[in-house]
């Protein structure tokens, strides 16, 4: 018996085999490009018959696949609102999947439950009841997982925390993104800094040579490690917004541990003991002790990982039925 993972971003759509025991037997990853609506589909189609191909050439056998999203999966309808997709508003990804896969139990999931659920099957949560991971990417959100099991919300939207207000008043840049998001997200840092280079005619550091529009939240890391002037406040309010942002998530639900991961961390993971430095200034004083804030150990893997893992538990209910 054989899994098949799909963790859709915003950018990228990663694929993986993996056997029933987390062991990864084949991956692939390519870039969305400009695709949009029914062309993202039509990717995953492709991907999904491309990695049946492989396992069938291996002996293996596909048994149930998990679709990671990047946005709200709606579970009665099979529908997916995807922000930062073209065209999928309303996008009906389980009935597009089924064209390639109609005989093998499908779950889809939006990205912060898969990777917590990662992160507890194979990662920095095993053996946690109450953990949080907080995705920072091209967007932000957090998967929170209260006694064992995943917090979802009554219509499917817990966890979209690039809408936490952190910042007042009240701006319009906010309402696309949310206020965290538009901050201290991969996109948000970019802008930002962007924005702070077209004001500052003086400017004469690191990124002076490359056209603004072109910077990216690794190029505002890479001018952090020189102590570039744009890079280090740019960087700085991030930590700042990270640290609100995770007293925050320690102090409404009290967990084990709060993982950081999606791409940003990636190069953030030498800012988490500054992160949980600003953290313990606001977060509810005893709990702040009692949690570990650390790195995802699953890296661009926990999607992969979680989608997996909603496959195996789903295989588990047909089972028992």
Not at 145 to 164: F, K, N, Q, Y
Not at 221 to 247: L, N, P
Not at 251 to 257: A, R
Request: hydrophobic share 45%.
């Amino acid at each position: 018996m054989a899994l098949l993972g799909i963790d859709l971003g915003g950018t990228k759509l990663a694929t993986a085999v993996l056997s029933e025991d987390g062991r990864i037997i084949n991956k692939d990853n390519c870039v969305l490009g400009y695709r949009k609506g029914a062309e993202v589909g039509a990717l995953i189609r492709e991907k999904i018959i491309a990695s049946m191909d492989y396992a069938e050439r291996d002996g293996l056998k596909i048994s149930s696949i998990g679709i990671s999203v990047p946005g709200i999966s709606h579970s009665g309808s099979g529908t997916v609102w995807a922000p930062n997709i073209p065209g999928w508003e309303n996008y009906p990804l389980l009935t597009e999947v089924k064209k390639a896969s109609s005989e093998i139990p499908v779950t889809i999931d939006s990205d912060r439950a898969c990777y917590i659920m990662g992160e507890v099957w194979k990662g920095s949560a095993r053996g946690c009841r109450n953990a949080i991971f907080l995705a920072v990417g091209t967007g932000i959100g957090v998967g929170i997982m209260i006694e064992g099991e995943v917090l979802r919300g009554s219509h499917d939207i817990a966890g979209a925390i690039g809408w936490m207000a952190l910042d007042r008043p009240f701006r319009d840049q906010y309402i696309n993104c949310g206020c965290f998001e538009h901050y201290a997200s991969g996109e948000g840092i970019a802008k930002i800094a962007r924005k702070l280079l077209e004001e500052d005619k003086t400017y004469s550091g690191v990124l002076k040579n490359k056209p603004a529009v072109k910077i990216t939240s690794h190029d505002i890391f890479s001018a952090y490690e020189h102590s570039d002037i744009v890079a280090v406040k740019v960087i700085g309010q991030c930590i700042e917004f990270w640290g609100m942002a995770v007293a925050n998530l320690v102090s409404l639900f009290n967990p084990e541990k709060i993982i950081l991961g999606g791409g940003v961390f990636g190069p953030a993971v030498s800012l988490i003991p500054l992160i949980s430095e600003e953290a313990s200034r606001w977060a509810q004083p005893v709990s702040i002790k009692q949690v570990s804030i650390v790195a995802s150990a699953l890296a661009g893997d926990a999607g992969i990982f979680g989608a997996c893992y909603m496959a195996l538990k789903a295989i588990s209910r047909l089972n028992k039925n």
